[in-house]
Every structure is written in C-alpha cells, then in structure tokens.
T-cell receptor
Framework: SQELEQSPQSLIVQEGKNLTINCTSS?????LYWYKQKYGEGLIFLMM?????EEKSHEKITAKLDEKKQQSSLHITASQPSHAGIYLC???????????FGTGTRLQVTL | DVKVTQSSRYLVKRTGEKVFLECVQD?????MFWYRQDPGLGLRLIYF???????EKGDIPEGYSVSREKKERFSLILESASTNQTSMYLC?????????????FGSGTRLTVV
C-alpha cells in the first residue's frame, strides 16, 4: 500500500519567516493534494498537483511536485498567524478513488 | 457553496451504546468516505461507498458499519461503542467524473466514549 511521509512533524516559526513542508511517497504519485486543518475542525482543500514539475500558488502558499523524487513540497512565504494549523498531503492510490494521507505537519506561528 | 455536513461537532457516549454519525453532502457526489483521525496516526479509512447501497471496507472497519440508503447521506454506525473508538471522525465526498478531484470534507465529529 502507498505511504506518505511528511516532514517535519511539527514546526514553530516566527511571523514573517518562510517555511517548507515536504511530503514523500513510497510509490508513484498520480495526484497529490494539500489540505489544511484548523485545530479540531475538518480539512480544507488548498491545491492539487498532477504533473511532474507542476507548481501552483495561492496567496502566499506554493506547492510543487517532483515526480522523479515522488515528493511534493509546500512553501509558505512570510508566514502569518492565520497560517497556523495542520497541513496534510493526500495522494491518489490508483485504487477506487481512495486517497491516502500523510500524518500531517503541525505549524505554529509565533508573534 | 458546496457542502458536506456532519450532524454533530461533539458527542459523548457511554460504553456499549449504539452510536450513529450522520453525513450529508449536497453535491451529488457518488463516492463518500469515513475516516478517523488520531494523533500520530493520521487519517485512517474506515469505510467508503461508491454509490447508493454500495459499501467497501477500508483499513480499519472492525467495530463499525455503514449505511447508504440515499446518495446524499452516508451514516457511520458504532454497534457497541468502546473507549478505543474515542476519536475525531471525518466524512468526505468526492466527484468521480472526468478529471482529478480531491475530497470535500465535513467539519468533523469529535466523539468521546466514556
């Protein structure tokens, strides 16, 4: 079965600093999804990457997909307290429309 | 705005009770999913459904059952709640037409079994 490993598991950054979260798959990535979860709530879709080398941005968040490395990275520029939460990557397993998820990266942004 | 609605945000139930978690989506999606989320373990798939009256076991179905009598509603049932089922439960739906689409998640139900 496909496994997704996220690093780091947790991160504390000062407001205004940049940060990167990585998601590495044990198998070929067919579709990679990034979600954000505020504490105790559901997951909010951020963006989806499908093709190797693809890069997408939304506001100050940029995600890239390295197909050869079977890895995706999520980069936040000039972090703000509103960026705090848990970031999860999900990937198509190639089976029956199910997604498998990483264990998440907990981000705290300090003032 | 499209929505997946979970009936309760917080629930407290006693050991041995039969518990129903309800999930409704208004997007006419075929696929619906139930996950539980625990610290350090991430999201684990309990059951999913391709269509009305169809269901498939996920990775951790023991102690759970599901019901999908209507396309928009997918219910998770804890036949006899136990303390190890204390968790955050997340429902999701997914469009399976042409193209790549992610899940739309509900807000979650935090269940405590005492």
């Amino acid at each position: 079965s496909q496994e997704l490993e996220q690093s780091p598991q947790s991160l504390i950054v000062q407001e205004g600093k940049n940060l990167t979260i990585n998601c590495t798959s044990s198998k070929t990535l067919y579709g990679l999804y990034w979600y954000k979860q505020k504490y105790g709530e559901g997951l909010i879709f951020l963006m989806m990457l499908q093709k190797g080398g693809e890069e997408k941005s939304h506001e100050k968040i940029t995600a890239k997909l390295d197909e050869k490395k079977q890895q995706s990275s999520l980069h936040i520029t000039a972090s703000q307290p509103s960026h705090a939460g848990i970031y999860l990557c999900g990937a198509d397993t190639g089976t029956a429309s199910k997604l498998t998820f990483g264990t998440g990266t907990r981000l705290q942004v300090t003032l | 705005d499209v929505k997946v609605t979970q009936s309760s945000r917080y629930l407290v139930k006693r050991t041995g009770e039969k518990v129903f978690l309800e999930c409704v989506q208004d997007m006419d999606h075929e696929n619906m999913f139930w996950y539980r989320q625990d610290p350090g373990l991430g999201l684990r798939l309990i059951y999913f459904s391709y269509d009305v009256k169809m269901k498939e076991k996920g990775d951790i179905p023991e102690g759970y059952s599901v019901s999908r009598e209507k396309k928009e509603r997918f219910s998770l049932i804890l036949e006899s709640a136990s303390t190890n089922q204390t968790s955050m439960y997340l429902c999701a739906s997914r469009f399976t037409g042409g193209g790549w689409y992610g899940y739309t998640f509900g807000s979650g139900t935090r269940l405590t079994v005492v």
